[in-house]
């Protein structure tokens, strides 16, 4: 991937988004395909600009990944490399300068990430410097000081723990309502359930987005299904080669507040909102066994039974409790199992479909941090009939190299 210098790169996504309305072609009509957070940025960033927007959803708005993200809004160490790290911080800024103008639902005050790999004290050190390097202010801290960033958590089984301090979290149901809402508000129209279904050529150009609710005349179609990993090929005559992988969250009712920053510890991670309500993730993947395995075959949006859902939830606080103790018995509002949209290599998926020009594909994981600038690069490729270099090492013709990260 380029090395792209931080500061351009910033200047370009700012420029992006504050790019005057006259871009777009007279009321060109846009339909976006999948109401999460990403169709839901897209969206408002088009209809912002002048775009006729209509959005459809085959279920409704962040129903699927965008309902059961940890929403963990950042650009830490392990975005790798620059030009991915450098995307990410662009999201971060994003949502900074979005969230006076929409009242979006973020808490920021940073993470603290706590490692006990004694084998990977060298690298992270020389993380933490390439994270200053980049332009974050991240750190070690040390124990005195994690005690009043942290009173209520216990890091002495920690003996590195890194403080990014630009970091925030949201409420991803929440902030891709309010998307949804500033859009209607600027006139888009917002279908569901209503499932995209195929496109209407007329000499190579879109001319009707096909829908279970009939045609929608189209002047472009933006393709942002998450993990349908079939949309590629079906709406975009282009591969999207996909290996989504499932996540558990876990939601709490309110609670009197005990964390304040995003907590990335051994084996789980958690935050409270600023509802109190607080989110616990699970670092590793589903558990090993056959019944499992199965029952994740049919990628599954939900838990079959409130009990097995529990089950997870109450694995997930066992493990925070290790660190946290006063997580004793919880009441969880939610506990949601999810499929990350992950392209194969783990890079997000932006561009106009090299086989249908009119067809923009946007498939990606960490769609919560990235989803404002993408959705001001987005608009201002589809409007302005422009390619904007800052995303040439995420286009869908690139080569796909199979990778387990990010
Ligand atoms: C457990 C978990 C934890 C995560 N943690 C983080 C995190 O901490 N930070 C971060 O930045 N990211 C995180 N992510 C990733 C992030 O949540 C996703 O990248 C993001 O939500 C993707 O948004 P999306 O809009 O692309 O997809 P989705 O939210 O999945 O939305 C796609 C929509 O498309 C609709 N759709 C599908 N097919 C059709 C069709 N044919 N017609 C019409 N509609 C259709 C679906 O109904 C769905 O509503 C996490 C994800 C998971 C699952």
């Not at 783990?346 to 106009?352: E, M, Q």
Request: hydrophobic share 45%; glycine share 8%; proline share 7%.
């Amino acid at each position: 991937m380029t090395v792209l210098d931080r500061r351009r790169f910033l200047e370009l996504c700012a420029a992006a988004a504050l790019a005057p309305a006259a871009h777009a072609s007279p009321r060109l009509r846009v339909v976006v395909a999948g109401a999460g957070i990403i169709g839901a940025s897209v969206a408002w960033h088009l209809a912002k600009a002048g775009a006729q927007v209509t959005v459809i959803d085959r279920e409704g708005p962040a129903t699927h990944a965008s309902r059961g993200s940890f929403a963990w809004i950042n650009a830490t160490w392990s975005k790798q490399p620059r030009a991915y790290h450098a995307l990410n911080q662009a999201g971060v800024a994003g949502w900074k300068r979005l969230q006076p103008e929409l009242k979006l639902p973020v808490r920021w005050g940073g993470s603290l990430e706590g490692n006990a790999d004694a084998t990977l004290a060298a690298e992270l050190a020389l993380r933490v410097a390439e994270q200053r390097d980049w332009g974050e202010t991240t750190r070690l801290v040390e124990r005195a000081e994690l005690a009043t960033l942290e009173p209520n958590v216990d890091f002495s089984a920690l003996p590195r723990v890194v403080y990014s301090a630009h970091d925030g979290a949201t409420d991803p149901v929440a902030a891709t309502r309010v998307f949804l809402a500033a859009s209607i508000a600027l006139g888009a129209r917002v279908d569901y359930p209503c499932e995209l279904t195929g496109v209407a050529l007329a000499a190579g150009r879109l001319r009707a987005v096909r829908t279970s609710r009939g045609d929608i005349p189209a002047d472009r179609l933006v393709v942002a299904t998450g993990a349908a990993a079939d949309a590629g090929r079906r709406f975009a005559d282009w591969d999207v080669p996909q290996r989504d992988e499932p996540g558990a969250t876990a939601i709490t009712t309110p609670m009197p507040r005990l964390i304040e920053r995003v907590l990335w510890l051994p084996g789980v991670h958690l935050h409270q909102r600023d509802d109190g309500r607080i989110v616990l993730g699970a670092e590793s993947g589903p558990p090993p066994g056959e019944a499992h395995a199965l029952r994740l075959q049919a990628h599954p949006n939900d838990f079959p039974e409130r009990e097995i859902a529990l089950q997870h939830a109450e694995r997930m606080r066992a493990a925070a409790q290790r660190f946290v103790p006063g997580l004793t018995a919880l009441e969880f509002e939610n506990v949601r199992v999810c499929w990350r949209p992950m392209p194969l290599d783990g890079y997000p998926v932006l561009g106009a479909s090299p086989a249908r020009p009119d067809v923009y594909l946007a498939v990606m994981h960490s769609g919560v941090t990235l989803a404002p600038v993408v959705g001001a690069l987005a608009a201002q490729e589809i409007l302005g009939d422009m390619v904007m270099d800052v995303l040439k090492d995420f286009r869908p013709a690139r080569q796909f190299r199979a990778s387990t990260g990010h």
